[in-house]
């Protein structure tokens, strides 16, 4: 029997799931599902799905690909939301690489969007110190192979060299 005739059809609302967000997870799931996919007439995608031969038979390939195109319709709508800050942070780099002071090129960022990065870079600065301390080589200042593999405490009974 065709696998394309003996899948079920659903649909995807055009006003939800924008047409390159089915296109992304139809790309993403093509090793675990066959996808037809069909313009609805209304703005919105036609999908039948089918479990690929030797995949996981427990699976929804249906439930499986809603999934995974609500996924990308997030990663979509992220994307475009922060496509202002990702343009800014990419000239402000070239500009910085070409040698010019991204200061004298005006305020690109509001007064809320320089606060929030200040924000996030404290926090990774944080986070790097906070790693980096783990390696600090503490009270007995030498490295491990400063110190010949020797813990600074001395031998400790019931423990293996």
Do not use: C
């Not at 296109?23 to 690929?52: I, S």
């Not at 994307?79 to 090129?105: D, F, H, I, M, W």
């Not at 790693?131 to 293996?160: H, I, L, M, N, V």
Request: avoid cysteine.
């Amino acid at each position: 029997m065709n696998n394309e005739v003996a899948t079920p059809e659903f649909a995807l609302d055009g006003g939800v799931f924008h047409a390159d967000a089915v296109l992304a997870a139809a790309h993403v799931m093509a090793r675990r599902l066959r996808v037809w996919l069909k313009p609805d007439g209304k703005g919105g995608t036609v999908v039948r799905v089918a479990l690929r031969e030797g995949a996981d038979g427990t699976s929804d390939p249906e439930a499986l690909f809603r999934e995974e195109a609500a996924a990308q319709e997030l990663r979509r709508r992220v994307s475009a939301a922060n496509k202002g800050l990702r343009e800014y942070v990419v000239t402000q780099a070239l500009l910085s690489a070409a040698g010019e002071r991204p200061e004298a090129q005006g305020g690109g960022l509001s007064k809320e969007e320089d606060a929030e990065i200040d924000r996030l870079i404290s926090e990774v600065e944080a986070e790097i110190e906070a790693k980096a301390a783990r390696f600090d080589p503490g009270a007995a200042g030498k490295t491990w192979e400063e110190s010949g593999g020797r813990s600074p405490e001395g031998p400790q009974p019931g423990k293996a060299p």
